[in-house]
T-cell receptor, first 115, second 111 residues
Framework: NAGVMQNPRHLVRRRGQEARLRCSPMKGHSHVYWYRQLPEEGLKFMVYLQKENIIDESGMPKERFSAEFPKEGPSILRIQQVVRGDSAAYFC?????????????FGPGTRLTVL | DAKTTQPPSMDCAEGRAANLPCNHSTISGNEYVYWYRQIHSQGPQYIIHGLKNNETNEMASLIITEDRKSSTLILPHATLRDTAVYYCIVRVSSNTGKLIFGQGTTLQVKP
């Protein structure tokens, strides 16, 4: 059973370009979470999605950031018009479709560098 | 979710037990205690969680005080590969599931 997969592992963008980060959850998991880790800082929750639904986006910046988890295919975190401050590691996690004290399984992350 | 307090760093000799403390004095009755670790910028790794009873798995043991205001993660025989940042997190089991990471404890296992 493959773990959480993220791609690309490294992404370089120039200011103003768009960044698309993909996350494939573990098989059988229908809950996906995105976290961001700025350089030398801790992990910050961004958004929680279930299939075709955003459940909690309280950690998402109000502008330029969006996330989706379609019925088919991976979850996508999209950053429009990137700025240097978006440079960070973006981690995706998934958990099973059961409620209550479930652990989250994290992917290896995507390192975004904005030039 | 309740706030947690952890020491910023700890050292441990290889082969000895590592005991990592966490204070969560405002924990509510329906909040679990979770431990994760992050090894050198890899994705965080789940270690263990518990509600009020002590828990043990193949990685570690979790000791929760009777009043649940603090807990200790025990790595019984630390190895160099256990060097990581360890995060203690408390959260309600029925909430949206987001994990709120603090600064954690940087554990350095030394030969």
């Amino acid at each position: 059973n493959a773990g959480v997969m993220q791609n690309p592992r490294h992404l370089v963008r120039r200011r103003g370009q768009e960044a698309r980060l993909r996350c494939s959850p573990m098989k059988g998991h229908s809950h996906v979470y995105w976290y961001r880790q700025l350089p030398e800082e801790g992990l910050k929750f961004m958004v929680y999605l279930q299939k075709e639904n955003i459940i909690d986006e309280s950690g998402m910046p109000k502008e330029r950031f969006s996330a989706e988890f379609p019925k088919e295919g991976p979850s996508i975190l999209r950053i429009q018009q990137v700025v240097r401050g978006d440079s960070a590691a973006y981690f995706c996690a998934s958990s099973p479709a059961t409620s209550g004290g479930d652990e989250q399984f994290f992917g290896p992350g995507t390192r975004l560098t904005v030039l | 979710d309740a706030k947690t307090t952890q020491p910023p760093s700890m050292d441990c000799a290889e082969g000895r037990a590592a005991n990592l403390p966490c204070n969560h004095s405002t924990i509510s009755g329906n909040e679990y205690v979770y431990w994760y670790r992050q090894i050198h910028s890899q994705g965080p790794q789940y270690i263990i969680h518990g509600l009020k009873n002590n828990e043990t798995n193949e990685m570690a043991s979790l000791i929760i005080t009777e009043d649940r205001k603090s807990s200790t993660l025990i790595l019984p025989h630390a190895t160099l590969r256990d060097t990581a940042v360890y995060y203690c997190i408390v959260r309600v089991s029925s909430n949206t599931g987001k994990l709120i990471f603090g600064q954690g404890t940087t554990l350095q296992v030394k030969p």
